[in-house]
T-cell receptor
Framework: DTGVSQDPRHKITKRGQNVTFRCDPISEHNRLYWYRQTLGQGPEFLTY????????KSRLLSDRFSAERPKGSFSTLEIQRTEQGDSAMYLC???????????FGPGTRLTVT | GQQLNQSPQSMFIQEGEDVSMNCTSS?????WLWYKQDPGEGPVLLIALYKAGELTSNGRLTAQFGITRKDSFLNISASIPSDVGIYFC?????????????FGKGTKLSVIP
C-alpha cells in the first residue's frame, strides 16, 4: 500500500500524559499536513511542512502541540500534558509540490480520559 | 474567516436514486475539492475542480465549479449502498501562498436498500 499511513490508529491516554503520533506520507510528496477533526465537523488545519520546513501553523496549535519532519519524510505530532479537549481524530495528509490535492491517511483517534 | 456551508446536512435516499448536494461560501475560491469519509477513516479525494464553470466526472459522481466561484455542486447518480458516508467540500485558504484547506461540515448520506 503506497498511501499515507498513520500510527497508532487509536490511542487512549490519561489527562496530563504526553502522546506522539507518526505519519508516513506518500513517498513522492513534498508537502505534509496535520489536521484535527472532532465529531460532526470537517477537518481543521493545524500545520504543514514543505520538505523539513514547517511553513504554516494554525492558532489551534497551542504551545502544548509540536510537530516535526526532521528528514523531510515522516512526521511526528506530539501533544504534551493532554487535556480532555484534545480528544479528536488527528489526520495527516500529503501532496505534491504543485496543486492543492491532498491525500489523507486513516487518522489517529485520540481519547483523553 | 472563510467558511464553507454545505447543504443538506443529511439526506436519506432510496438505492438507485440520484443525489445532489452543494457547498457555498461568502469568499471566492480558486479550487474546489470534494472528499468522502467513511466512519473511522480519513477523507478520500473524489474530485478536484480548478476552473469556474468546470464540470468534472468520476464514475457516477459529477461535480461542478460554480460560475461565481463561490459555490460548487456534487451529484451522485444511481446511488448504491457503498455511497453511504459523509461528503465534504474543501478549498484552499485565501491567505497568500497558503496550502491549508478549509472544510465544510459535511453532508451525511444514508442509502436505504
Amino acid at each position: 500500500d503506497t498511501g499515507v499511513s498513520q500510527d497508532p490508529r487509536h490511542k487512549i491516554t490519561k489527562r496530563g500524559q504526553n502522546v506522539t503520533f507518526r505519519c508516513d506520507p506518500i513517498s513522492e510528496h513534498n508537502r505534509l499536513y496535520w489536521y484535527r477533526q472532532t465529531l460532526g465537523q470537517g477537518p481543521e488545519f493545524l500545520t504543514y511542512f514543505q520538505n523539513e520546513a514547517q511553513l504554516e501553523k494554525s492558532r489551534l496549535l497551542s504551545d502544548r502541540f509540536s510537530a516535526e519532519r526532521p528528514k523531510g519524510s515522516f512526521s511526528t505530532l506530539e501533544i504534551q500534558r493532554t487535556e480532555q479537549g484534545d480528544s479528536a481524530m488527528y489526520l495527516c495528509a500529503s501532496s505534491f509540490n504543485e496543486g492543492y490535492e491532498q491525500y489523507f491517511g486513516p487518522g489517529t483517534r485520540l481519547t483523553v480520559t | 474567516g472563510q467558511q464553507l456551508n454545505q447543504s443538506p446536512q443529511s439526506m436519506f435516499i432510496q438505492e438507485g436514486e440520484d443525489v445532489s448536494m452543494n457547498c457555498t461560501s461568502s469568499s471566492i475560491f480558486n479550487t474546489w475539492l470534494w472528499y468522502k469519509q467513511d466512519p473511522g477513516e480519513g477523507p478520500v479525494l473524489l474530485i478536484a475542480l480548478y476552473k469556474a464553470g468546470e464540470l468534472t466526472s468520476n464514475g457516477r459522481l459529477t461535480a461542478q465549479f460554480g460560475i461565481t466561484r463561490k459555490d460548487s455542486f456534487l451529484n451522485i447518480s444511481a446511488s448504491i449502498p457503498s455511497d453511504v458516508g459523509i461528503y465534504f467540500c474543501a478549498g484552499p485558504y485565501s491567505g497568500a501562498g497558503s496550502y491549508q484547506l478549509t472544510f465544510g461540515k459535511g453532508t451525511k448520506l444514508s442509502v436505504i436498500p
